[in-house]
């Protein structure tokens, strides 16, 4: 009955790896996004597609790349990973990109860098 | 540039009435959210405002003034589990979300 999954929620790795995470909706939503928040509790927006497609790209290194098989799915991959790039990772999907459509998060994944 | 302001902590008595309040400065609105957030877990949506006024949900009620750039969260009755923290996250013009930093409240019993 999950809404919003995500996986893994707790991910420990060394400087200079690559990871995933993967996210996945089954609320029939058309959009997903990717935030990231920090140690000072900020939300901020990384990626969001609608339909399998890629609407907002905010200023995030180019090591972070999003992937949208479909739109039930979308998922994070981080090259050469950083200390800094240690946070807590929220997906989340909303009906349609409007905006003004609530939106539902998964429960976070929890990155550390060492 | 846009800006959303809301305190970063607050404390408040299980039984009492609080008022967590958010200014915001974006260009154009389109609505303000409300979320909340217990520690460790993800964001779940409280409420969200468009009109002028006041909207009321059980314990929790949330105020909108667009002429003022303000909103605020009214939690009544406070429980220990309302403990966590709230964001605000206005609407702009192109119907992006721009979040607060959180207001964390604790409450003591």
């Known amino acids: 009955d999950t809404a919003v999954s995500q996986t893994p929620k707790y991910l420990v790795t060394q400087m200079g790896n690559d990871k995933s995470i993967k996210c996945e909706q089954n609320?029939?939503?058309?959009?997903m996004y990717w935030y990231k928040q920090d140690s000072k509790k900020f939300l901020k927006i990384m990626f969001s597609?609608?339909?399998?497609?890629?609407?907002i790209n905010e200023t995030v290194p180019n090591r972070f790349s999003p992937k949208s098989p479909d739109k039930a799915h979308l998922n994070l991959h981080i090259n050469s990973l950083e200390l800094g790039d240690s946070a807590v990772y929220f997906c989340?999907?909303?009906?349609?990109?409007?905006?003004?459509?609530?939106?539902?998060f998964g429960p976070g994944t929890r990155l550390t860098v060492l | 540039g846009q800006n959303i302001d809301q305190p970063t902590e607050m404390t408040a008595t299980e039984g009492a009435i609080v008022q967590i309040n958010c200014t915001y400065q974006?260009?154009?609105?389109?609505?303000l959210f409300w979320y909340q957030q217990h520690a460790g877990e993800a964001p779940t949506f409280l409420s969200y405002?468009?009109l002028d006024g006041l909207e009321e949900k059980g314990r929790f009620s949330s105020f909108l003034s667009r002429s003022k750039g303000y909103s605020y969260l009214l939690l009544k009755e406070l429980q220990m589990k309302d403990s966590a923290s709230y964001l605000c996250?206005?609407?702009?013009?192109?119907?992006?979300?721009?979040w607060g930093a959180g207001t964390k409240l604790i409450i003591k019993p």
């Open positions: 989340a999907s909303s009906l349609t990109s409007g905006g003004t459509d609530t939106q539902y």
């Open positions: 405002n468009v």
């Open positions: 974006t260009s154009g609105f389109n609505g």
């Open positions: 996250a206005a609407v702009d013009s192109n119907y992006q979300l721009i």
């Open positions: 609320l029939g939503h058309d959009t």
């Open positions: 597609y609608n339909n399998k497609e890629l609407i």
